[in-house]
């Protein structure tokens, strides 16, 4: 049975500006699939045997050399920079035949009562190219929603906090309003690394005692469970340091 919507409960209530940094794959939208199916061709297409999904779901959200780096093992002789571009091709085919990642189950109206406060900024940090975010985008009808989108293309993958810290200094937003929301332990020590406070979420690809061990401060299993945990984590954050718990 469906039940009404809820207003989001507001992140801060003094009038500053937050900024709210969203993970895409994992996070928005449910990619799963898609990232497999390329997997699958692009170690087809290399002649390379296929590691375990659960495997290949753990490496959601590095920067593709980053991601084969760690799918080598420690092979010197792995193919990382081959194998990335026969995953980019084969993701590019299958984009083109399949329908677009579907959004998580309450992602939308919690973007949209986030996006309509005065005091709100949404942001994305995300482990994707450009090109592939602004397809997800276009998709949704999200274009415009983003005040920052921090991707691939423009910083070290992460946990590295540079996405965290370009988006900062976009918005002129300090970490302490802000607050990053992902569903891998890439996400949590990135928004960690970068001061700003971690949300994690159990519907992506990384399991809850994995973003609990790197540093997420909160964790919640459904989308509507959100905006409060990003209230409580703002209010937190703005308490001086020794009356933190």
């Not at 039940?3 to 449910?30: E, R």
């Not at 092979?75 to 984009?95: G, K, N, T």
């Amino acid at each position: 049975m469906s039940t009404p919507s809820q207003p989001s409960p507001a992140p801060t209530s003094d009038g500053a500006l937050t900024l709210i940094l969203f993970d895409c794959d994992g996070t928005l939208v449910d990619s799963q699939h898609m990232i497999v199916q390329a997997m699958h061709d692009a170690h087809a297409a290399l002649g390379l045997a296929v590691p375990e999904r659960a495997e290949l779901l753990s490496i959601v959200g590095l920067s593709l050399p980053e991601a084969f780096t760690v799918l080598a093992r420690g092979d010197a002789h792995y193919p990382v920079m081959e194998m990335a571009e026969a995953y980019r091709s084969a993701f590019m085919r299958l984009r083109d035949i399949r329908p677009p990642e579907p959004m998580f189950p309450g992602a939308r109206e919690v973007l949209e009562g986030l996006r309509a406060r005065d005091d709100v900024l949404l942001g994305m940090v995300t482990g994707k190219a450009r090109r592939g975010v602004d397809r997800v985008l276009k998709a949704q009808d999200m274009v415009g929603w983003f005040a920052t989108i921090q991707t691939a293309d423009d910083a070290p993958s992460k946990p590295h906090p540079a996405m965290v810290q370009q988006a900062m200094m976009e918005t002129g937003i300090g970490p302490a309003r802000t607050v990053v929301v992902g569903d891998t332990s890439f996400d949590m020590a990135m928004a960690r690394a970068a001061g700003a406070s971690a949300l994690g979420v159990e519907w992506g690809y990384h399991e809850t005692e994995a973003l609990w061990h790197a540093g997420a401060q909160q964790v919640v299993d459904h989308f509507g469970a959100v905006p409060a945990a990003l209230s409580q984590l703002l209010a937190a954050a703005a308490l001086p340091q020794e009356r933190r718990a």
